[in-house]
Nanobody
């Protein structure tokens, strides 16, 4: 079992930065493929970024602006978001899968990110 808790969301202006954090429980955290999703009102959920043992993936919409990282010693995953745009406004969720391409069995409760223009 893995429990995930996100933090770091908020209201900022376009061009600003935010850093989201996801705290995970579980002794085998380092084995999981960890991702950040986001969902804006009226839109489909979007996979933003993912990180495994040796892989990092980004959606085209965030490449060059967002950076995903993890600290296995602390059971943490981070999403550094720079040059934020109003279209980045969404609820951001942390999720975990046993490996890249597997179903996401564990989800956090989400954290709201709002970017004003």
């Amino acid at each position: 079992q893995v429990q995930l808790v996100e933090s770091g969301g908020g209201l900022v202006q376009a061009g600003d930065s935010l850093r989201l954090a996801c705290a995970a429980s579980g002794r085998t955290f380092s084995n999981y493929y960890m991702v950040w999703f986001r969902q804006a009102p009226g839109k489909e959920r979007e996979l933003v970024a993912g990180i495994g043992r040796n892989t990092i993936d980004y959606a085209d919409s965030v490449k060059g602006r967002f950076t995903i990282s993890r600290d296995n010693a602390l059971n943490m995953v981070y999403l550094q978001m720079n040059s934020l745009k109003p279209e980045d406004t969404a609820v951001y969720y942390c999720a975990a899968a046993t490996h890249r391409g597997a179903s996401y069995d564990y989800w956090g409760q989400g954290t709201q990110v709002t970017i004003s223009s």
